[in-house]
């Protein structure tokens, strides 16, 4: 569609129709006559700038009892409209968040931006009017990740007055929605309800940032309050620890007292923690608390790094012997898919990997021994293939229909487990895949598994049998911070 006479005395018979025939429908609050500027092919004249305005007063004319946009724009060209809204689409926190701090800054009466020509702010409210983190094109990704972070962002700022987040299910092109095309479920790793009500609790920080053990993690603390009254209210924090052998564990926990202005948005000030002095992946998580109830939560992670990290270290009663998916001796799989450094092992289909684990002969007797992995079935392809997709960037969100894979382990030739991978998941809890950008969000699950007792100074091939493909985490991605480990209990 080109703006042309035709085009104009079409649309003009067509927006007096719809106005007359949905015009007593309780669901419409607002007449949007334009989207992203589809069609206003002479928007960079004065004269097309002109026609349009004179479309939005026609709008008014014909229903004054509601607001009317001129054009829901994603190139900062409003004329004149009831709603100064907006459009993005960005999957990284930190131009996220600079791009949302730089509309509330250049909102203000008068100004000039996100408008168009000689054309000027008025006090129309700011709406985001469209966001996602993933956008047309660009595959089907976890938007769980993205929508924390960026609700969080919108949420922080007074000025912005609403926000329609895009969309609700997926559609041919663009798989940003909460559930599928075909409206199963997908599955977030933590509850939307935290994140969609009418009163929200955030902090003001990256959703998960590299940082060394033991120092100190702070962000401003805040309340989005648009909810039922608060009687006596408090946000409670807390700091729970996941270390390099998945065991999780809660370090620390407080509350900070509020009193959240309705209506608006509240700085509580700046929440300071010490992160726990060992490598691991931190979870600082937040709850608004009134009257005794939890209303909403939010939480951020950190990894905790400090250099390179030994392969064999002393525990608890032990060492820890470990070793990265990328360490493979030999493969069924002609060419696996590998990510850089080695920190995950993928195979697609029925096949094998093996590992030459040698026990360090100066560590003393062993005793009995387990097995520590992070697994997932990578049944991934057959996900996209079944929706008939091709894109590179496909990894597909958890959802209701799950791609399990039958897992054996055996040692020297011997079998000493067998278990099913439940899913090859991709959503927030892949929290290390998101951080680092690969294969964003994708996890396996922390198997557990008994070995026969194990000698010092010897080598063993250590072999992973999968019926339905096979993904082996490292400690950089994932969910869990510890690559495959063989725990070696002293005698």
């Not at 500027?37 to 002479?42: D, E, P, Q, S």
């Not at 998945?246 to 700085?267: I, K, L, N, Q, Y």
């Not at 929440?271 to 005794?292: F, K, N, Y």
């Not at 951020?300 to 012997?321: F, Q, W, Y």
């Amino acid at each position: 569609m080109i703006d042309s006479p035709a085009m104009r005395w079409t649309y003009e018979c067509t927006l007096r129709r719809a106005i007359e025939r949905d015009g007593n429908h309780p669901s419409v609050i607002a007449w949007v006559l334009f989207n992203e500027t589809w069609g206003l092919t002479k928007h960079d004249t004065a004269e097309g700038q002109a026609w349009l305005r004179a479309m939005y007063h026609l709008a008014k004319e014909l229903d004054p009892s509601r607001l009317v946009e001129d054009n829901s724009p994603c190139n900062y060209d409003h004329v004149e409209s009831d709603l100064n809204s907006w459009h993005f689409y960005i999957n990284d926190w930190d131009r996220a968040r600079r791009h949302v701090q730089r509309v509330v800054d250049e909102t203000r009466p008068g100004g000039t931006f996100n408008y168009v020509g000689e054309h000027r702010q008025t006090r129309a409210p700011l709406l985001n009017s469209e966001y996602a983190g993933i956008s047309a094109r660009m595959g089907d990704q976890d938007v769980g990740w993205s929508f924390k972070y960026l609700t969080s962002e919108l949420r922080r700022h007074d000025k912005v007055c609403g926000y329609i987040y895009t969309e609700l299910t997926d559609v041919e092109w663009e798989h940003n929605g909460f559930v599928n095309y075909d409206r199963s479920a997908k599955e977030f790793g933590y509850s939307l309800r935290d994140l969609t009500g009418a009163d929200f609790v955030g902090l003001d920080g990256p959703p998960c940032q590299t940082m060394a053990p033991g120092s100190e993690l702070a962000g401003s603390l805040f309340v989005s309050h648009w909810g039922a009254p608060m009687g006596a209210t408090r946000v409670c924090w807390r700091l729970e620890l996941t270390d390099r052998l998945g065991r999780r564990r809660e370090v620390a926990s407080g509350a900070v007292a509020a009193a959240p202005r309705r209506f608006g948005v509240t700085d509580l000030g700046e929440l300071r923690v010490t992160l726990p002095d060992e490598p691991g992946l931190a979870a600082l998580s937040v709850a608004l608390e009134a009257d005794g109830e939890i209303r909403c939560r939010n939480y951020v992670n950190v990894e905790l790094r400090a250099g390179t990290l030994s392969p064999i270290e002393r525990v608890a009663g032990g060492h820890a012997l470990r070793f990265a998916p990328g360490d493979y001796s030999a493969s069924s799989w002609p060419q696996p898919q590998l990510a850089p450094e080695g920190a995950k092992f993928a195979g697609l289909g029925t096949g094998w990997v093996e590992y030459d684990v040698a026990v360090p002969a100066d560590i003393g007797p062993v005793g009995s021994a387990r097995l520590l992995v992070e697994a997932g079935s990578r049944a991934g392809l057959a996900r996209v293939e079944w929706r008939s997709r091709s894109q590179a960037s496909d990894y597909p969100q958890t959802e209701e229909r799950k791609h399990p894979s039958d897992l054996v382990v055996t040692l020297d030739g011997a079998e000493v487990a067998r278990t099913t991978l439940p899913d090859d998941p991709a959503d927030a809890r892949g929290v290390l895949s998101h951080h680092r950008g690969y294969n964003p969000g994708s996890y396996g699950f922390l198997l557990d598994l008994p070995l026969p007792p194990l000698k010092a100074g010897i080598s063993y091939r250590l072999r992973f049998d999968a019926t339905a493909g096979l993904a082996l985490y490292g400690e950089t991605l994932g969910a869990y911070p510890l690559g495959p480990t063989a725990l070696l209990e002293g005698q």
